[in-house]
T-cell receptor
Framework: KAGVTQTPRYLIKTRGQQVTLSCSPI?????VSWYQQTPGQGLQFLFE???????NKGNFPGRFSGRQFSNSRSEMNVSTLELGDSALYLC??????????FGEGSRLTVL | GESVGLHLPTLSVQEGDNSIINCAYS??????FIWYKQESGKGPQFIID?????DKRQGQRVTVLLNKTVKHLSLQIAATQPGDSAVYFC????????????????FGQGTTLQVKP
């Protein structure tokens, strides 16, 4: 069974640009969560989607948004990028409840 | 998260010794706790979990201890091996209605485990 797949793995953007990250969950998993990981703040929860609906949201500004499609694939978008948005963005999936299975992340660098 | 008093950013142990990684969680309402291992360049990997109605749970070479009185969690790794070298995170969660936990985890700052051969 394939794991959680995130694309792209690495990307570089400049301030003010926007970025879209993609996540394909494990087959059969309907819940997708997103996390931001930085050296200073550690792992922080962004949002969770289940059956195309946002189920939980973390304390991030409105520039961070996400969505989930009918096939459970998810995307997150960050608009008007700031230097502080440089981070590893992790996606995790699970069937409905239980343990989260994480992807390897998308490393975003904002210049 | 992890309190300054209990959290060791780095733990160095000799191969074959036992390792103990500590974590202080923040929310007394949390009732589900998980330990993750993150190797360089990879996402966090589930190690073991425990619910608040338990105080100990054992897995293969790992044991998690939960002390709800002082909101403390520990991970014990027996006979530590070089492959155990990684960053270890504790995470807390609240079980929602219907006894299903959510995908919203609160992670601690992590402890880097270095295993010396």
């Amino acid at each position: 069974k394939a794991g959680v797949t995130q694309t792209p793995r690495y990307l570089i953007k400049t301030r003010g640009q926007q970025v879209t990250l993609s996540c394909s969950p494990i087959s059969g998993h309907r819940s997708v969560s997103w996390y931001q990981q930085t050296p200073g703040q550690g792992l922080q929860f962004l949002f969770e989607y289940f059956s195309e609906t946002q189920r939980n949201k973390g304390n991030f500004p409105g520039r961070f948004s996400g969505r989930q499609f009918s096939n459970s694939r998810s995307e997150m978008n960050v608009s008007t990028l700031e230097l502080g948005d440089s981070a590893l963005y992790l996606c995790a999936s699970r069937p409905y409840s239980g343990e989260l299975f994480f992807g390897e992340g998308s490393r975003l660098t904002v210049l | 998260g992890e309190s300054v008093g209990l959290h060791l950013p780095t733990l160095s142990v000799q191969e074959g010794d036992n390792s103990i990684i500590n974590c202080a969680y923040s929310n007394s309402a949390s009732d589900y706790f998980i330990w993750y291992k993150q190797e360089s360049g990879k996402g966090p990997q589930f190690i073991i979990d425990i619910r608040s109605n338990m105080d100990k749970r054992q897995g293969q070479r790992v044991t998690v201890l939960l002390n709800k009185t002082v909101k403390h969690l520990s991970l014990q790794i027996a006979a530590t091996q070089p492959g155990d070298s990684a960053v270890y995170f504790c995470a807390e969660n609240m079980v929602g209605r219907g006894s299903s936990n959510t995908g919203k985890l609160i992670f601690g700052q992590g402890t880097t485990l270095q295993v010396k051969p």
